[in-house]
């Protein structure tokens, strides 16, 4: 990700239905990860923005100094039942980690989309080689490997 402006910030949601609202065309619901260049240095930030999502205190990790122009790679881990972490990671010149953490309980709703926000009005913010990938939960994996070896085993008999 990239601010092309000193004062842009970027949103990314998870557990979100993707629903616009507001003049800015800002998502609506789910649980939001956010990063700003707005006033010159930040950490990664989690707040949810829907009803039925209840996070823990959010522990956040130092300010980065944010400079237009500034390239920095992001990891967010949503393991849907519990922990979430947002890894905001400036790359060139000097190298810079921060990380916010916390725990999420009381989802009831979970959507399954993911989006993607930054601010209005000429502002922008510049993302390339964006990768979204799921993990099975470990009893589905489990079954998987139970299932190969039935078959590999069926296949061996005839």
């Known amino acids: 990700m990239t601010f092309v402006s000193d004062d842009d910030f970027a949103q990314f949601l998870t557990r979100t239905d993707g629903t616009p609202y507001g003049g800015f065309g800002e998502t609506a619901n789910g649980l939001e990860f956010f990063f700003s260049a707005n006033g010159g240095a930040a950490?990664?930030?989690?707040?949810?923005?829907r009803a039925g999502i209840t996070i823990g205190a959010v522990t956040s990790g130092p300010t980065i100094n944010v400079v237009a122009g500034d390239i920095f790679d992001f990891t967010i881990i949503d393991e849907g039942t519990s922990g979430v972490s947002f890894t905001v990671t400036k790359v060139g010149g000097t190298f810079f980690t921060s990380t916010s953490t916390a725990v999420v309980t009381g989802d009831s709703v979970t959507p399954s989309l993911v989006s993607f926000h930054n601010r209005e009005g000429g502002r922008r913010m510049n993302l390339d080689n964006i990768v979204?990938?799921?993990?099975?939960?470990?009893?589905?994996?489990?079954?998987?490997?139970?299932?190969?070896?039935?078959?590999f085993r069926r296949k061996r008999r005839a």
């Open 132 to 151: 979204i990938s799921t993990v099975p939960e470990p009893s589905s994996s489990l079954m998987a490997l139970g299932s190969l070896g039935l078959l």
């Open 43 to 49: 950490s990664p930030g989690i707040r949810t923005k």
